[in-house]
């Protein structure tokens, strides 16, 4: 419904200045005006499909059973994770999914939120792996402190720069929240969501590459299926 409104739009945007179809260029504020009354409009529709008892339950708190740590990217979304994330996924957003720069708000999630799943969602195409293998300079100071934090080979292949920097994610994680993991209290686990079907496994799939540091086909089985300590009681799904 989005891209039917914003159709338009682009098209006279990129007949009159067709160098603005350059996704480093600026906005335009015709289509933030298209983007809000859609927003509004989605909303309506969203409370319209709930009822007043389900914004109270909302309201009672929060009790996510995973944490997840993914990029910025527009182009990943709860949708693909689940069906119904709300109260169930305790969402933190970063250019290159990393936990250096979202340290904070990780620990709150598994620290005081109790989440049972770290999981660190790394992505196909990465803007922000593709910066970070190249010479970045001279962007933003900003911009460029978060990349800092992503230590990938230069100039190899993007998909190969996303699985590094999310075993590095994992492995940093094991070190910030041993005890959890020891205890059997915590899960973390790394995957790619490949929507370019990089890696050969189906356009859109999420792939698992890490399950407490195993990368191998075998180790991530046996870290998914292995009875864990403690007997911890999972959290209800409404």
Same mark, same amino acid.
């Given at each position: 419904?989005?891209? +039917? ?11 009159? *200045?067709?160098?603005? %179809? ?5 906005? $335009?504020? *015709?289509? *933030? ?9 989605? =909303? ?9 008892? &389900?914004?109270?339950?909302?309201? /009672? ?10 990029? #910025? ?14 109260? !169930? ?14 340290? @904070? #708000?990780?620990? &709150? @999630?598994?620290?005081?939120? *109790?989440? #049972? ?7 196909? #195409? ?8 190249? !010479? &970045? ?10 990349? =800092? ?6 100039? @190899?292949?993007?998909? !190969? ?13 094991? /070190?910030?929240?041993? =005890?959890?993991? /020891? $205890? ?9 969501? $490949?929507?370019? !079907? ?5 356009? @859109? ?10 990368? $191998?086909? /075998?180790?991530?089985?046996? %870290?998914?299926?292995? +009875? ?11």
């Amino acid at each position: 419904m989005l891209k +039917k409104h914003l159709a338009g739009l682009l098209a006279a945007i990129c007949i009159t *200045a067709p160098a603005l %179809a350059n996704e480093h260029e600026h906005g $335009d504020a *015709a289509v *933030a005006q298209a983007i809000i009354k859609e927003i509004q409009a989605d =909303d309506s529709a969203y409370i319209a499909a709930h009822n007043a008892a &389900y914004f109270q339950e909302l309201a /009672k708190g929060q009790h996510p059973r995973a944490t997840v740590v993914t990029c #910025s990217d527009s182009r990943v979304h709860t949708n693909m994770l689940d069906k119904t994330p709300e109260g !169930d996924l305790f969402m933190v957003r970063n250019i290159g999914n990393q936990l250096a720069t979202a340290k @904070g #708000s990780v620990q &709150y @999630g598994v620290n005081h939120l *109790a989440s #049972s799943l770290l999981i660190f969602v790394g992505h196909s #195409s990465c803007g922000a792996i593709k910066a970070a293998g190249g !010479d &970045y300079a001279g962007i933003e100071p900003d911009i460029k402190k978060e990349l =800092d934090t992503i230590s990938i080979a230069k100039g @190899g292949a993007n998909i !190969d720069g996303v699985k590094t920097n999310v075993n590095n994610q994992v492995a940093a994680a094991l /070190k910030e929240f041993a =005890d959890k993991v /020891k $205890d059997g209290q915590l899960l973390i686990v790394g995957a790619v969501y $490949d929507f370019a !079907d990089d890696m050969k496994q189906g356009a @859109g799939k999420l792939n698992i590459i890490n399950v407490n540091g195993a990368t $191998d086909a /075998k180790g991530i089985q046996t %870290a998914l299926t292995a +009875k864990a300590a403690g007997g911890h009681k999972e959290h209800a799904h409404h």
